[in-house]
C-alpha cells in the first residue's frame, strides 16, 4: 500500500528535522535539507525535482528584518541571535552586527536549550543578569533565559502580553527605554 504524505505530515517532519536533525551540524544548504527530508519520507528526488522544491521554499519562506532592526544594529550593546533557524536560510540579511549568531548546528541543540545562551555569555565574559533577551516565543525564549537569570522582554507587536517576562514591548526601540540612554548610537 503507498504511503500518502499530507502537507501537515511534511511540516511536522520540516520542524523535527530542524529540532534534532540540523543542530547535528550535517546541512548546510537549502537543497541538502530537503533532500534529507524527502528522504525521510522514502523518496529520492532526482536533482530537478529537489530545484524545484528548493526554489518553491525560497519564494514562500522569504526572510525579512522586523522594522526597527536598523535601530537594534546601531545599539552600543553586545548582539547576538540565537534562532531554530539555519543560518543558510537567513544569512542574505547582513547582520554583521549580531556576533554570534547561532543556530541549533552551532550549539549543537535547537533552543531551547541552555547551551547557546551559555556560549554567548562565554564569548562576552558577562554574568545572566548583565544581558537582555529580547524574543517572541515564551517557550523558545523567554522561560529558558529567565531560569538562567537573564533579564527578558517579550516582543509582540500584536499587543500580546507575557507574564512570565520582566518587560513587554511592542517595538525594538523600546529596548532603550530598558537599557538606558547611555547604549544609543552615536
Known sequence: MDTMYTLKNIRQLTNLYF??????GH????????RKVLELLGFIPD????????NYVKKRDVFRLYPNVKFIKGLNVHKAILT???????????LDEFDPIFTGKEI???????N??????????LRPSEVLMVGDEVDGDIILARKLGIKTAFISREGQ???????????LKEILEILGNEYASE
Open 19 to 24: 529540532f534534532v536533525e540540523y543542530p547535528k
Open 27 to 34: 546541512i548546510n544548504s537549502y537543497e541538502g535539507f530537503y
Open 47 to 54: 536533482k530537478d525535482i529537489l530545484v524545484k522544491i528548493v
Open 84 to 94: 531554530t533557524t539555519p543560518i543558510f536560510m537567513f544569512n542574505y540579511l547582513h
Open 108 to 114: 549543537g541543540r535547537a533552543k531551547p536549550h541552555p
Open 116 to 125: 547557546g545562551w551559555l556560549k554567548i555569555l562565554n564569548i562576552w565574559k
Open 161 to 171: 502580553k507575557c507574564d512570565k517576562a520582566d518587560y513587554n514591548i511592542s517595538s
